[in-house]
């Protein structure tokens, strides 16, 4: 009786142990879905950072006009560079070129990790409002 009382304690032990784990194979799937979803996911992703961030951009852009425009109509011309308080940013550098009475070109060049925005590097505005390039002020 003491054989057979051990085999039953050994093989409810074995039923017992193979109720509980994972096997390597299930952790190996499961790794590879996660895997799988994170590259699907992730580029995505980076994409809708760039996008923000070129908003950002453009929002700067038109706080710069509504200054241009502001200055205009105190002066009658345009501000100069030196006159308009250029915003600061991490992922764009702001510039005001052509400037005349009635003429100006704002432009936001991209740098930094915002350099990974190819179609958009450089964004520009004038005086009429006109976007260039049109595809990337949304």
Do not use: W
């Not at 996008?51 to 002066?75: A, C, H, M, P």
């Not at 006159?83 to 070109?105: C, G, H, R």
Request: neutral net charge.
């Amino acid at each position: 009786m003491p054989i057979q009382k051990k085999e039953e304690s050994l093989k409810n032990r074995v039923e017992c142990s193979n109720q509980l784990g994972v096997t390597l194979i299930e952790l190996m799937v499961v790794v590879i879905i996660i895997g799988l979803l994170a590259t699907l996911i992730f580029p995505s992703f980076e994409q809708h950072i760039l996008t923000v961030r070129r908003g950002d951009g453009i929002t700067q852009l038109l706080r710069l006009k509504l200054q241009q425009e502001s200055f205009r109509i105190e002066n009658t011309r345009y501000a100069e560079t030196e006159q308009l308080s250029l915003p600061t940013s991490e992922y764009y550098t702001f510039s005001v070129t052509d400037i005349s009475a009635k003429t100006y070109t704002m432009t936001a060049k991209a740098k930094g990790s915002q350099m990974d925005d190819k179609k958009c590097l450089a964004m520009q505005i004038d005086q009429s409002l006109n976007k260039t390039p049109a595809h990337c002020f949304f």
